[in-house]
């Protein structure tokens, strides 16, 4: 009669073995960027608090900072000696200092202060 139906033999899969270490790794990865994921909304949060608490807005603490940079004197194109001894006299002439504060602002000047 005829044999039963018996399945061919089925050869071992080279890759069942790889697989199982491919799940390990692909899920240490996930934790890994799961974890760098927490850490980067801990730390934004403790800097939002951080500068709330300081009085600033930390929305547009980036774009304060930049205009006090711009706006301060270290940036500001500095004015030759001619410049601003021109200045004392102006204020001199104007009245807003005193022909005392004027020869002492001078001196400073000429001496490099």
Known sequence: MDEPF???PVAPDP???ASGAFGTVFVLAC???AGGIVVSI???IRNYN???SAGHDPFTLQTDLAT???DSELLAPKQTLEQRLAELD???NRGVITGEERAAARADLLAGR
């Open 31 to 33: 934790l890994i960027v």
């Open 90 to 92: 102006d204020l001199a």
């Open 50 to 52: 951080k500068a709330r």
């Open 15 to 17: 890759f069942m073995a």
């Open 42 to 44: 801990v730390l934004a």
């Open 68 to 70: 006090r940079a711009l």
């Open 6 to 8: 018996l399945p061919s």
